[in-house]
């Protein structure tokens, strides 16, 4: 499976982004598909994730209500529609798949695929 994520870049606090991320390879059966980020010098974090198979969302609390992860029917893409963004929403972010469909989904370990970073840099 490779992961290609896109969408990043400059916005003003209060504005909107949405990230894409493209898969490749297996897209059936059930797994998750979900987005992490990472600052210089900080542990890469959660923020969401959307089970295939079961529809169910999770998210971070710091971006609950504000950021919405969503699929194409076809599974190929995957979505984060980030709104209300906040000059600490800004990071480099991920998108990554486990086969878990459970759990709370916010170990990084337990994810095995991840694509390159796309940053995100939220202006005040």
């Known amino acids: 499976v490779q992961l290609q994520a896109s969408g990043g870049g400059l916005v003003q606090a209060g504005g909107s982004l949405r990230l894409s991320c493209a898969a490749v390879?297996?897209?059936?059966?059930?797994?998750?598909t979900g987005w992490f980020r990472q600052t210089p010098g900080k542990e890469r974090e959660f923020v969401a994730a959307?089970?295939?198979?079961?529809?169910?969302?999770a998210y971070a609390d710091s971006v609950k209500d504000r950021f919405t992860i969503s699929g194409g029917n076809d599974r190929n893409w995957v979505y984060l529609q980030m709104d209300s963004l906040k000059p600490e929403d800004t990071a480099v972010y991920f998108c990554?798949?486990?086969?878990?469909?459970?759990?709370?989904?916010?170990?990084?370990?337990?994810?095995?695929?991840w694509g390159q970073g796309t940053l995100v840099t939220v202006s005040s």
């Open positions: 390879g297996r897209t059936y059966g059930t797994y998750s």
């Open positions: 959307l089970t295939w198979g079961g529809e169910r969302t």
């Open positions: 990554a798949r486990t086969p878990l469909v459970g759990g709370t989904l916010t170990r990084i370990g337990d994810w095995r695929y």
